[in-house]
C-alpha cells in the first residue's frame, strides 16, 4: 500500500494506492464497500469510487459507486461488478448482481448491463483501429451501427455505407471526437472499410432503434399545370401548328424537357426500387 509492503490488516486512507504481488487483497470500507483485488492488480480507492490501473477487481457497493479503469467509468446504485482489463484496450464488466451503466468519461454512454450479463468495451484512449459487426440501419439522415452481442450503437461516418443498410456487416475504422447527432449512438466512428457479413436480419434492431433496413426512396413530381392556363387550338387539317416562344424557348421544347426530367426520375427511382433488398429474417 503507497508502496509499503502489507502483511495482515492495515489501516486504508481516502485515496491510497494498493498494489497485489502473487496474492489479491480485500478492502473494507465504513460505507459497506467490499473491494477484492486479484494478484497483479493495482487501483486508487476512495469512499466512493476506485480507480482501475491494472488487473481486476470485484466491487460489492450496497449503493451509489463509480469505478473508472482508463476512458472508461461504471456507476452502479447498488451492485456486485466484476471488472477486468483482458488486455491494455479492453475493459470486461460483469454485472454479478444489480444492474450497472458504462460510459466514457467524458460522459457518452456505452451500454448498461442488466443482473447476470456481461461485455468487454473498448479503452477507446489507447484504441487506433476499431473493428466493430453488427447490423447498419439508417435513421434521421445517418447511419448506426448495432453492435452484435452488445449494448453498444455507433453512429458511422465514411463510404460504402447506403450499398449496405439493412445488412450484417463487419466495419473497420476510427473513433471521431466529433459527438453522435443520431440517437442512441455513443460515438461516432470514421469509416475506413466495409465488409458485408449476411444480406439482411437486421429487422428486429431496425425496430428497437426506430430506424430503417433501406435507404429512402426518392420522390418525383410529376409536372403540374399553370393555373389559367388554356389548350391551344387544334391545328386545322394540312396545316402546321404555331408554337408561342418565350424568352427564345418554344413551350413545346419545355413540355418535352420536363417530361424527359420526369422520365428520367422515373427510371431511376424504378432501378432504385428494383435493387432493393428485402429481408424477412430478424
Given amino acids: 500500500m503507497e508502496g509499503s509492503r502489507i502483511w495482515g490488516n492495515a489501516t486504508l486512507f481516502d485515496g491510497a494506492k494498493v498494489e497485489t504481488g502473487t496474492a489479491s487483497s480485500e478492502l473494507m470500507l465504513r460505507n459497506g464497500v467490499k473491494v477484492q483485488l486479484a494478484a497483479g492488480s493495482s487501483a486508487r480507492i476512495w469512499a466512493n469510487h476506485l480507480n482501475l490501473e491494472q488487473g481486476s477487481g470485484q466491487v460489492t457497493a450496497p449503493g451509489h459507486f463509480e469505478i473508472d479503469a482508463g476512458e472508461i467509468k461504471v456507476t452502479t446504485g447498488g451492485a456486485r461488478l466484476l471488472v477486468a482489463f483482458?488486455?491494455?484496450q479492453l475493459?470486461?464488466?460483469?454485472?454479478?448482481?444489480g444492474t450497472a451503466q458504462v460510459l466514457r468519461t467524458r460522459g457518452a454512454v456505452m451500454g448498461s448491463l442488466a443482473a447476470g450479463s456481461n461485455h468487454s468495451f473498448g479503452n477507446f484512449a489507447l484504441m487506433q483501429t476499431l473493428t466493430r459487426a453488427g447490423c447498419l440501419v439508417y435513421k434521421e439522415g445517418g447511419f448506426l451501427l448495432q453492435v452484435d452481442d452488445s449494448p453498444e450503437v455507433m453512429q458511422l461516418q465514411g463510404p460504402?455505407?447506403?450499398?449496405n443498410v439493412g445488412n450484417r456487416v463487419e466495419i473497420i475504422g476510427t473513433r471521431a471526437t466529433t459527438a453522435a447527432t443520431v440517437a442512441p449512438?455513443?460515438?461516432v466512428l470514421v469509416v475506413s472499410s466495409v465488409a458485408p457479413r449476411s444480406v439482411g436480419g437486421c429487422l428486429t434492431v431496425a425496430a428497437a432503434l426506430n430506424a430503417q433496413t433501406s435507404m429512402p426512396q426518392p420522390t418525383t413530381a410529376g409536372a403540374?399545370?399553370?393555373?389559367g392556363a388554356k389548350p391551344p387550338a387544334p391545328a386545322a387539317q394540312g396545316q402546321t401548328p404555331k408554337v408561342a416562344k418565350t424568352g427564345g424557348m418554344s413551350t413545346g421544347a419545355k413540355a418535352a424537357i420536363i417530361i424527359a426530367v420526369a422520365g428520367g426520375?422515373?427510371?431511376?427511382?424504378?432501378?432504385?426500387?428494383?435493387?432493393?433488398?428485402s429481408s424477412t429474417s430478424p
Fill in 86 to 88: 483482458t488486455d491494455p
Fill in 91 to 97: 475493459l470486461q464488466v460483469a454485472a454479478l448482481s
Fill in 160 to 163: 460504402d455505407l447506403a450499398a
Fill in 185 to 187: 449512438a455513443s460515438g
Fill in 224 to 227: 403540374k399545370p399553370t393555373p
Fill in 265 to 277: 426520375g422515373g427510371a431511376g427511382a424504378a432501378i432504385a426500387l428494383s435493387s432493393k433488398k
